[in-house]
Protein backbone atom coordinates (compact mmCIF):
# COMPACT_ATOMS: atom_id res chain seq x y z
CA UNK A 1 0.00 0.00 0.00
CA UNK A 2 1.43 3.73 -0.69
CA UNK A 3 1.85 6.10 2.12
CA UNK A 4 -1.51 7.84 3.23
CA UNK A 5 -0.51 9.64 6.13
CA UNK A 6 -3.35 9.90 7.89
CA UNK A 7 -4.57 5.65 7.16
CA UNK A 8 -3.18 4.77 10.54
CA UNK A 9 -5.10 7.55 12.14
CA UNK A 10 -8.12 6.24 10.50
CA UNK A 11 -7.34 3.05 11.28
CA UNK A 12 -7.01 3.66 14.88
CA UNK A 13 -10.58 5.53 14.77
CA UNK A 14 -12.22 2.78 12.85
CA UNK A 15 -10.89 0.24 15.40
CA UNK A 16 -12.53 2.07 18.33
CA UNK A 17 -15.51 2.50 16.59
CA UNK A 18 -15.75 -0.77 15.69
CA UNK A 19 -15.20 -2.18 19.23
CA UNK A 20 -17.97 -0.45 20.81
CA UNK A 21 -21.59 -2.31 20.50
CA UNK A 22 -23.49 0.75 21.01
CA UNK A 23 -22.14 2.12 17.57
CA UNK A 24 -20.96 -0.60 15.41
CA UNK A 25 -22.29 -4.23 15.34
CA UNK A 26 -20.39 -7.03 13.03
CA UNK A 27 -19.50 -6.10 9.64
CA UNK A 28 -21.48 -2.87 10.13
CA UNK A 29 -20.30 0.77 9.93
CA UNK A 30 -17.55 2.10 7.73
CA UNK A 31 -15.08 4.89 7.60
CA UNK A 32 -13.54 6.19 4.53
CA UNK A 33 -10.15 8.73 3.75
CA UNK A 34 -9.84 10.68 0.50
CA UNK A 35 -6.42 11.12 -1.04
CA UNK A 36 -5.47 12.83 -3.97
CA UNK A 37 -8.64 11.07 -6.05
CA UNK A 38 -8.64 8.27 -4.57
CA UNK A 39 -10.74 7.00 -1.56
CA UNK A 40 -9.59 4.28 0.91
CA UNK A 41 -13.04 2.41 2.17
CA UNK A 42 -13.58 0.13 4.63
CA UNK A 43 -13.93 -3.28 2.50
CA UNK A 44 -17.20 -5.43 2.65
CA UNK A 45 -17.51 -7.72 5.19
CA UNK A 46 -14.78 -6.90 7.08
CA UNK A 47 -15.52 -5.36 10.75
CA UNK A 48 -14.22 -2.03 11.99
CA UNK A 49 -13.20 -3.87 14.90
CA UNK A 50 -10.30 -5.77 13.21
CA UNK A 51 -8.96 -2.58 11.25
CA UNK A 52 -5.48 -2.47 13.39
CA UNK A 53 -5.56 -6.52 12.82
CA UNK A 54 -5.78 -7.10 8.75
CA UNK A 55 -6.33 -4.92 5.77
CA UNK A 56 -9.60 -3.52 5.95
CA UNK A 57 -9.39 -0.84 3.14
CA UNK A 58 -9.98 -0.72 -0.45
CA UNK A 59 -8.71 2.06 -2.95
CA UNK A 60 -11.23 3.49 -5.04
CA UNK A 61 -11.30 6.35 -7.96
CA UNK A 62 -14.02 9.00 -6.48
CA UNK A 63 -14.56 10.61 -9.52
CA UNK A 64 -15.61 7.89 -12.15
CA UNK A 65 -17.36 6.43 -9.17
CA UNK A 66 -19.44 10.20 -8.96
CA UNK A 67 -20.37 10.33 -12.91
CA UNK A 68 -21.78 6.62 -12.64
CA UNK A 69 -23.78 8.04 -9.79
CA UNK A 70 -24.76 11.00 -11.37
CA UNK A 71 -25.52 8.84 -14.65
CA UNK A 72 -27.53 6.31 -12.90
CA UNK A 73 -25.43 3.61 -13.78
CA UNK A 74 -25.88 0.62 -12.08
CA UNK A 75 -22.07 0.18 -11.34
CA UNK A 76 -22.06 2.59 -8.79
CA UNK A 77 -23.85 0.23 -6.49
CA UNK A 78 -21.14 -1.94 -5.52
CA UNK A 79 -18.44 0.33 -6.96
CA UNK A 80 -16.16 -3.07 -7.43
CA UNK A 81 -15.95 -1.47 -11.01
CA UNK A 82 -14.10 1.41 -9.69
CA UNK A 83 -11.13 0.05 -7.24
CA UNK A 84 -7.92 0.76 -8.24
CA UNK A 85 -6.31 -2.54 -8.77
CA UNK A 86 -3.17 -1.80 -8.73
CA UNK A 87 -3.57 -0.44 -5.67
CA UNK A 88 -5.99 -3.09 -4.13
CA UNK A 89 -3.74 -5.66 -2.05
CA UNK A 90 -5.98 -7.29 -0.45
CA UNK A 91 -7.93 -7.80 -3.28
CA UNK A 92 -11.42 -7.49 -1.20
CA UNK A 93 -14.06 -5.77 -2.18
CA UNK A 94 -15.32 -2.31 -1.75
CA UNK A 95 -18.04 -1.92 1.17
CA UNK A 96 -21.43 -2.10 -0.24
CA UNK A 97 -21.92 1.68 1.23
CA UNK A 98 -18.67 3.10 -0.76
CA UNK A 99 -21.21 5.42 -2.97
CA UNK A 100 -22.54 7.00 0.52
CA UNK A 101 -18.86 7.60 1.24
CA UNK A 102 -17.94 9.05 -2.04
CA UNK A 103 -20.90 11.18 -2.44
CA UNK A 104 -19.89 13.25 1.03
CA UNK A 105 -17.22 15.74 -0.07
CA UNK A 106 -15.02 15.72 2.96
CA UNK A 107 -11.92 14.12 3.31
CA UNK A 108 -12.82 11.93 5.83
CA UNK A 109 -15.89 9.91 6.64
CA UNK A 110 -17.25 7.75 9.36
CA UNK A 111 -21.06 6.20 8.52
CA UNK A 112 -21.45 3.60 11.56
CA UNK A 113 -24.78 2.47 13.15
CA UNK A 114 -25.17 4.21 16.53
CA UNK A 115 -27.84 2.47 18.80
CA UNK A 116 -28.61 6.24 20.20
CA UNK A 117 -28.88 7.43 16.53
CA UNK A 118 -31.65 4.27 15.60
CA UNK A 119 -33.61 4.87 18.54
CA UNK A 120 -34.58 8.35 17.57
CA UNK A 121 -34.45 7.87 13.63
CA UNK A 122 -36.96 5.44 13.77
CA UNK A 123 -39.64 7.58 15.28
CA UNK A 124 -42.55 9.11 13.43
CA UNK A 125 -41.12 12.44 14.74
CA UNK A 126 -37.49 11.80 14.30
CA UNK A 127 -37.20 15.71 12.84
CA UNK A 128 -38.39 16.91 15.68
CA UNK A 129 -36.68 15.00 18.85
CA UNK A 130 -33.22 14.93 16.95
CA UNK A 131 -33.49 18.81 16.20
CA UNK A 132 -34.27 18.99 19.81
CA UNK A 133 -31.12 17.05 20.79
CA UNK A 134 -28.89 18.81 18.29
CA UNK A 135 -29.74 22.47 19.19
CA UNK A 136 -27.54 22.15 21.29
CA UNK A 137 -24.08 22.20 19.56
CA UNK A 138 -25.15 24.89 16.76
CA UNK A 139 -21.38 24.95 15.55
CA UNK A 140 -21.99 21.97 13.30
CA UNK A 141 -24.42 21.67 10.46
CA UNK A 142 -26.67 18.49 10.48
CA UNK A 143 -29.37 17.05 7.85
CA UNK A 144 -31.57 14.61 8.28
CA UNK A 145 -32.54 12.13 5.03
CA UNK A 146 -34.76 9.54 4.65
CA UNK A 147 -35.09 6.10 4.60
CA UNK A 148 -33.72 4.35 0.85
CA UNK A 149 -32.20 1.14 0.73
CA UNK A 150 -28.15 1.69 1.55
CA UNK A 151 -25.96 1.51 -1.94
CA UNK A 152 -26.59 3.48 -4.84
CA UNK A 153 -30.81 4.67 -3.73
CA UNK A 154 -29.32 5.97 -0.20
CA UNK A 155 -25.82 7.89 -1.80
CA UNK A 156 -28.48 9.31 -4.48
CA UNK A 157 -30.56 10.75 -1.56
CA UNK A 158 -27.54 12.23 -0.16
CA UNK A 159 -25.81 13.77 -3.05
CA UNK A 160 -27.69 16.88 -3.11
CA UNK A 161 -27.99 17.45 0.25
CA UNK A 162 -23.32 16.98 0.62
CA UNK A 163 -23.18 19.82 -1.76
CA UNK A 164 -24.17 22.00 1.10
CA UNK A 165 -21.09 19.92 3.41
CA UNK A 166 -22.80 18.80 6.08
CA UNK A 167 -21.21 17.80 8.95
CA UNK A 168 -23.44 15.42 10.35
CA UNK A 169 -26.33 13.41 8.73
CA UNK A 170 -29.04 11.23 10.71
CA UNK A 171 -29.95 8.62 8.50
CA UNK A 172 -33.82 7.57 8.89
CA UNK A 173 -34.03 3.84 10.21
CA UNK A 174 -30.40 3.21 9.50
CA UNK A 175 -27.76 5.11 11.31
CA UNK A 176 -25.06 8.31 10.91
CA UNK A 177 -22.48 9.69 9.22
CA UNK A 178 -20.45 12.42 10.50
CA UNK A 179 -17.40 14.30 7.99
CA UNK A 180 -15.03 16.24 8.39
CA UNK A 181 -11.40 17.54 7.08
CA UNK A 182 -9.01 15.47 9.44
CA UNK A 183 -9.76 11.86 11.52
CA UNK A 184 -9.11 14.34 14.78
CA UNK A 185 -12.27 16.27 14.00
CA UNK A 186 -14.11 13.23 12.92
CA UNK A 187 -13.03 11.70 15.85
CA UNK A 188 -13.84 14.61 17.90
CA UNK A 189 -17.08 15.46 16.07
CA UNK A 190 -18.12 11.32 16.80
CA UNK A 191 -17.66 11.99 20.61
CA UNK A 192 -19.69 15.42 21.11
CA UNK A 193 -22.99 14.28 18.47
CA UNK A 194 -23.23 10.54 19.83
CA UNK A 195 -22.94 12.29 23.46
CA UNK A 196 -25.74 14.61 22.36
CA UNK A 197 -28.02 11.61 20.96
CA UNK A 198 -26.99 9.71 24.02
CA UNK A 199 -30.39 8.00 25.42
CA UNK A 200 -30.70 6.03 28.51
CA UNK A 201 -31.17 2.66 27.99
CA UNK A 202 -34.21 0.79 30.18
CA UNK A 203 -32.94 -1.44 32.85
CA UNK A 204 -34.12 -4.94 32.87
CA UNK A 205 -34.23 -8.04 35.48
CA UNK A 206 -31.71 -10.65 34.85
CA UNK A 207 -32.50 -13.61 32.15
CA UNK A 208 -33.89 -16.72 33.07
CA UNK A 209 -31.09 -18.79 32.40
CA UNK A 210 -32.19 -22.39 33.51
CA UNK A 211 -35.80 -21.54 31.95
CA UNK A 212 -33.81 -21.17 28.29
CA UNK A 213 -31.58 -23.71 28.83
CA UNK A 214 -34.55 -26.47 29.09
CA UNK A 215 -36.12 -24.73 26.00
CA UNK A 216 -32.99 -25.01 24.21
CA UNK A 217 -32.07 -28.32 25.23
CA UNK A 218 -32.21 -30.48 21.63
CA UNK A 219 -33.36 -27.74 20.01
CA UNK A 220 -31.38 -26.36 17.14
CA UNK A 221 -31.68 -23.48 19.72
CA UNK A 222 -29.09 -22.30 21.68
CA UNK A 223 -28.40 -19.14 24.31
CA UNK A 224 -26.47 -16.44 22.89
CA UNK A 225 -22.89 -15.97 25.07
CA UNK A 226 -23.62 -11.92 25.38
CA UNK A 227 -25.69 -12.10 28.50
CA UNK A 228 -27.45 -8.13 27.25
CA UNK A 229 -28.96 -9.92 23.97
CA UNK A 230 -31.54 -11.27 26.34
CA UNK A 231 -32.54 -7.88 27.58
CA UNK A 232 -34.64 -7.49 24.50
CA UNK A 233 -37.17 -10.20 25.58
CA UNK A 234 -37.04 -8.89 29.41
CA UNK A 235 -38.22 -5.39 29.00
CA UNK A 236 -42.11 -5.47 27.93
CA UNK A 237 -41.65 -2.23 25.54
CA UNK A 238 -39.07 -3.40 23.97
CA UNK A 239 -40.77 -6.95 23.17
CA UNK A 240 -43.45 -5.37 21.77
CA UNK A 241 -41.15 -2.85 19.57
CA UNK A 242 -38.56 -5.69 18.42
CA UNK A 243 -41.51 -7.90 17.48
CA UNK A 244 -43.60 -5.26 15.37
CA UNK A 245 -41.01 -4.83 12.37
CA UNK A 246 -37.96 -4.42 10.74
CA UNK A 247 -36.20 -1.46 12.11
CA UNK A 248 -33.42 -0.91 10.17
CA UNK A 249 -31.66 -2.74 6.91
CA UNK A 250 -28.97 -4.99 8.99
CA UNK A 251 -31.56 -6.29 10.96
CA UNK A 252 -33.47 -7.69 8.01
CA UNK A 253 -30.06 -8.74 6.81
CA UNK A 254 -28.72 -10.91 9.47
CA UNK A 255 -31.65 -11.53 11.25
CA UNK A 256 -34.73 -11.69 8.77
CA UNK A 257 -37.81 -10.13 8.81
CA UNK A 258 -39.86 -11.98 11.41
CA UNK A 259 -38.66 -13.18 14.69
CA UNK A 260 -40.04 -15.94 17.06
CA UNK A 261 -42.18 -15.36 20.49
CA UNK A 262 -42.31 -18.19 22.66
CA UNK A 263 -45.49 -17.94 24.78
CA UNK A 264 -45.20 -19.30 28.26
CA UNK A 265 -45.99 -23.56 27.74
CA UNK A 266 -45.18 -23.24 24.70
CA UNK A 267 -42.77 -25.57 23.00
CA UNK A 268 -39.76 -25.05 20.71
CA UNK A 269 -41.29 -27.87 18.22
CA UNK A 270 -44.36 -26.57 18.31
CA UNK A 271 -43.50 -22.74 17.03
CA UNK A 272 -41.55 -24.31 14.02
CA UNK A 273 -44.52 -26.53 13.44
CA UNK A 274 -46.60 -23.42 12.81
CA UNK A 275 -44.06 -21.47 10.88
CA UNK A 276 -43.48 -24.58 8.83
CA UNK A 277 -47.24 -24.59 8.26
CA UNK A 278 -47.29 -20.97 7.28
CA UNK A 279 -44.41 -21.25 5.00
CA UNK A 280 -42.36 -18.67 7.10
CA UNK A 281 -38.59 -20.03 7.66
CA UNK A 282 -37.76 -21.08 11.21
CA UNK A 283 -36.66 -17.36 13.35
CA UNK A 284 -33.22 -17.08 13.56
CA UNK A 285 -34.45 -15.81 17.04
CA UNK A 286 -37.17 -16.55 19.80
CA UNK A 287 -37.97 -14.11 22.13
CA UNK A 288 -39.31 -15.67 25.78
CA UNK A 289 -40.96 -13.03 27.57
CA UNK A 290 -39.77 -12.04 30.82
CA UNK A 291 -37.18 -14.67 30.63
CA UNK A 292 -34.64 -13.64 27.68
CA UNK A 293 -34.02 -15.61 24.11
CA UNK A 294 -32.78 -18.26 22.51
CA UNK A 295 -30.67 -17.90 19.08
CA UNK A 296 -30.30 -20.58 15.90
CA UNK A 297 -27.07 -22.52 15.96
CA UNK A 298 -26.60 -21.16 12.81
CA UNK A 299 -26.28 -17.81 13.59
CA UNK A 300 -23.23 -15.90 12.48
CA UNK A 301 -21.17 -13.86 14.11
CA UNK A 302 -22.49 -11.15 12.82
CA UNK A 303 -25.99 -12.73 13.24
CA UNK A 304 -25.10 -12.51 17.10
CA UNK A 305 -23.64 -8.97 17.30
CA UNK A 306 -27.12 -7.90 15.62
CA UNK A 307 -29.39 -9.84 17.71
CA UNK A 308 -27.61 -7.65 20.68
CA UNK A 309 -27.85 -4.32 18.59
CA UNK A 310 -31.61 -4.93 18.65
CA UNK A 311 -31.87 -5.26 22.25
CA UNK A 312 -29.43 -1.74 22.95
CA UNK A 313 -31.76 -0.11 20.19
CA UNK A 314 -35.33 -1.62 21.39
CA UNK A 315 -34.55 -0.68 25.01
CA UNK A 316 -33.81 3.01 23.90
CA UNK A 317 -36.69 3.71 22.36
CA UNK A 318 -39.42 5.94 24.03
CA UNK A 319 -42.45 3.21 24.35
CA UNK A 320 -45.01 5.98 23.97
CA UNK A 321 -43.22 6.60 20.35
CA UNK A 322 -44.81 6.34 16.95
CA UNK A 323 -42.67 4.20 14.98
CA UNK A 324 -42.09 3.78 11.01
CA UNK A 325 -40.86 0.56 10.45
CA UNK A 326 -39.48 -0.64 7.20
CA UNK A 327 -42.57 -1.39 4.38
CA UNK A 328 -42.67 -4.98 3.03
CA UNK A 329 -41.31 -3.81 -0.67
CA UNK A 330 -38.10 -2.39 1.95
CA UNK A 331 -37.50 -5.65 3.70
CA UNK A 332 -37.65 -7.31 0.04
CA UNK A 333 -35.29 -5.36 -1.44
CA UNK A 334 -32.65 -5.73 1.46
CA UNK A 335 -33.32 -9.74 1.18
CA UNK A 336 -32.63 -10.23 -2.78
CA UNK A 337 -29.32 -8.02 -3.15
CA UNK A 338 -26.71 -9.99 -4.29
CA UNK A 339 -23.53 -7.30 -2.97
CA UNK A 340 -25.46 -8.34 0.34
CA UNK A 341 -25.19 -11.90 0.01
CA UNK A 342 -21.60 -11.45 -0.96
CA UNK A 343 -21.12 -9.67 3.00
CA UNK A 344 -22.91 -12.19 4.42
CA UNK A 345 -20.76 -15.22 2.93
CA UNK A 346 -17.67 -13.52 4.25
CA UNK A 347 -19.60 -13.32 8.01
CA UNK A 348 -20.56 -17.16 7.63
CA UNK A 349 -16.64 -17.72 6.84
CA UNK A 350 -15.41 -15.85 9.64
CA UNK A 351 -13.58 -12.97 8.35
ZN1 LIG B 1 -25.03 1.57 7.14
Known amino acids: MPQVTALPALKELSARLGKDITRTQGAGGNTSIKVDG ?45 VVEKLNESKLRPSIETSVHAVMPQTVVAHFHCVNTIAHAVRSDSDVVVAERMKHLPHLRWGMIPYRRPGMPLAREIAPVAKERPDVLILRNHGIIIAGKTVDEVSERIETVTRALAIEPRITSAPDIEHLSRIAAGSEYRLPEDQATHAVALDKDANRIARMGSLYPDHVIFLGTELGLLEEGQAVDGLLEAAQRAGRPHPKMILVPGRGVVVSKELSP ?27 SQEYELTH ?15
Open 38 to 82: TMWVKASGTWLAQAEEREIFVPVAVEPLLAALEANDIRADKATYF
Open 302 to 328: GGLAMARCLAEVALRIEPRAGIDYLDA
Open 337 to 351: WEAEQYRQKLDRAGS
